[in-house]
């Protein structure tokens, strides 16, 4: 068996670690909290562009009725969307939801099955934690435990 | 020996390289770094921009590089800067940032030579706490037929029981026979219970 080749190298971003100078971590994620505020409207009105096109997906699924793999992978793609941008503006229980619709689209696509009430009751839980300041945090807490017995429950 | 605590983070003179796969995570990201003090961000949206960037002679300290691109070719991008043996940047430390992650992709995350994998969403609190590590980083690079990227062990256990270590500098877990006559018992309680000498 041919061994591998081991070295050390220079990590370049090692010299950015200093004591004296540049920021503290306070400072830092203040200045990088204030930076991401800038791209706030945009990115709402990006995660409720991907919520609607994934309503209309669930739409398309409950009239197919069946294994939809374009469909599937699209509302994947567009769930994904919305676990990276939810939880950067105080939407993070709508990403987990969105989250809970990925493992449940990967396990369908994983075993070639479909469910279409598993979908919409996950459609349900994004409808409900788009606005999460309208229901009390027991009521989102169990949505969200709901959702993920949902998802793991397609083995 | 700098306290951990007291450390700060001086990026301005940093050039980072960020490829995602749609824009308002671009943006997100982008905001993130110019808010860290990052001068010189390179925003990419396609392989093709970003292969551009690491071929034309910019020397990147950090790269990010999105795990959900179609076709998992955020993958096959860091797979294929690691070979690149004439070009600088394939030691850069890279991140790889995912969302939810199919069964297929979690092997592909591992093998592709990425110093780790960040869960999104990306929010400054975890980037600052990510990029701090990989400054700190020191694991050896290795290359090997299969694999080239830095040790995906980060902790020197040896190899598994019953398994011998492909490196040269891998430690049997066997014992071999004592280099000397065996303690007594009153020297092992001095090496458990040091105490202090009365002088």
């Not at chain 1, 540049?22 to 204030?34: P, R, V, W």
């Not at chain 2, 960020?18 to 961000?41: R, S």
């Not at chain 2, 690691?82 to 940047?89: A, K, S």
């Not at chain 2, 790889?96 to 030579?113: E, F, K, N, Q």
Request: proline residues 3%; positive net charge; aromatic residues 6%.
């Amino acid at each position: 068996m041919k061994t591998g080749n081991t070295f050390k190298y220079e990590n370049r971003l090692a010299k950015s670690v200093v004591t004296r100078g540049g920021m503290s971590a306070a400072e830092a994620l203040s200045s990088a909290q204030q930076a991401v505020e800038l791209v706030r409207d945009p990115t709402i009105a990006e995660i409720d562009a991907n919520l609607k096109e994934i309503y209309a997906l669930g739409d398309q699924l409950k009239t197919v009725g069946g294994f939809d793999e374009a469909g599937l992978q699209q509302l994947y793609i567009c769930a994904n969307r919305v676990v990276a941008m939810g939880g950067v503006f105080g939407l993070g229980e709508l990403g987990q939801a969105a989250y809970s619709l990925c493992e449940l689209v990967s396990r369908f696509q994983t075993l070639q099955r479909f469910h279409g009430q598993m979908v919409q009751v996950h459609l349900d839980g994004l409808r409900l934690l788009r606005t999460p300041g309208d229901h009390p945090a027991a009521i989102r807490e169990q949505v969200l435990a709901g959702l993920r017995q949902v998802a793991t429950s397609v083995v | 020996m700098t306290d951990r605590a007291e450390a700060r983070l001086n990026l301005s003179k940093a050039t980072v390289l960020l490829l995602q796969n749609n824009q308002a995570e671009l943006d997100i990201l982008g905001q993130v770094f110019i808010g860290f003090g990052v001068k010189a961000i390179r925003k990419c949206l396609t392989l093709t921009e970003a292969e551009d960037c690491i071929k034309h002679g910019i020397l990147f300290d950090l790269i990010i590089v999105d795990c959900d691109m179609a076709g998992g070719v955020g993958f096959d991008f860091v797979t294929r800067l690691r070979r690149m043996e004439e070009n600088e940047n394939r030691l850069t430390p890279i991140m790889l940032v995912s969302g939810h992650t199919a069964p297929s992709s979690i092997a592909r995350a591992r093998d592709c030579g990425a110093n780790f994998v960040v869960a999104k969403p990306i929010t400054p609190k975890t980037m600052f706490d990510r990029v701090m590590w990989l400054a700190r980083e020191t694991r050896q690079f290795v290359v090997t037929e299969t694999y080239a990227g830095p040790d995906r062990r980060h902790k020197t256990f040896g190899p598994p029981a019953g398994i011998k270590g492909r490196r040269h500098d891998d430690v049997s877990a066997k014992l071999g026979k004592a280099g000397g006559p065996d303690m007594s018992q009153s020297d092992i309680d001095a090496l458990l219970n040091p105490k202090r000498a009365a002088l």
